[in-house]
């Protein structure tokens, strides 16, 4: 009989759960999907899978033997190697504190256990669509109507040239850079200000008001994520900013 699965190319999933069965029930409807799968059962076995082949994207447990998903999350971010690799959380902590505290920890999304089959498929293909959003030519950053080119210090939304300051300019490309991903206030005074300089939350807010500014009709592209940070993502609404 013809294998009728589909194959999606550079579309591999490491799966990080301790429990067996939801570990297979995953990997054979992400296959069914056309994603190529890992699996991992343990943190510090996922940490080595990622950095000895970076996936695609990592399904990830928070309740995890040795190793918390929390910890894997956190230490996948601080190395360069597997630091821009979406995440999705699988959990079964439903509050929104903990919600809270899993985007502070780099995930992409969030999904509390018991989930739907079809809604974690949906939002895998979202994650993936939001991915190809972003396309590199040589150090231009490309999503949406924003073209960001680091090397000439230039930026155009909507194929208008915008003038930012340095810091402006680093704010926008760290939050560019992140895919979708939420970036809290300490990541990014030590993208824009430098690791250890003393800098306050209020003047990360001060310099995103005056970077929505000069955006003007696109600022909403850079939105609150109220008790974290900011994330940049195609509003919901137009000319919606987040306040």
């Known amino acids: 009989m013809a294998d009728t699965t589909r194959r999606i190319p550079d579309k591999t999933i490491l799966i990080v759960e301790d429990e ?19 699996v991992a059962g343990a943190g510090d076995q996922a940490l080595a899978e990622a950095r000895r082949q970076a996936p695609s994207l990592v399904l990830l447990d928070r309740m995890l033997p040795g190793l918390s ?11 360069p190697a597997t630091a821009n690799i979406p995440i999705i959380m699988l959990t079964a902590k439903v509050e929104e504190s903990d919600e809270l505290v899993g985007f502070a920890l780099g995930a992409d999304d969030y999904v509390t256990k018991p989930f739907s089959m079809k809604v974690l498929l949906a939002r895998v ?9 972003m396309e590199t030519d040589l150090d231009t950053l490309r999503i949406g109507p924003f073209q960001l080119t680091p090397s000439r210090h230039e930026l155009t939304v909507d194929g208008q040239p915008v003038q930012l300051t340095a810091t402006e300019f680093r704010l926008l490309k760290a939050l560019m850079v992140a895919r979708g991903r939420v970036r809290n206030r300490d990541q990014l005074i030590d993208t824009a200000f430098g690791v250890g300089v003393a800098i306050t939350d209020r003047t990360v807010d001060v310099h995103v008001t005056a970077l929505r500014k000069k955006l003007g009709a696109c600022a909403g592209w850079i939105q609150t994520v109220r008790g974290v940070g900011y994330t940049f993502r195609e509003p ?7 306040p």
């Open 236 to 242: 919901q609404e137009p000319n919606a900013v987040s």
């Open 69 to 79: 998903g929390d910890e894997v999350a956190s230490l996948m971010r601080r190395d």
């Open 125 to 133: 293909r979202s994650i993936f669509r939001r991915t190809l959003l």
């Open 20 to 38: 067996a069965d939801l570990a297979e029930l995953l990997r054979i409807n992400l296959e069914r999907e056309g994603y190529a799968c890992r």
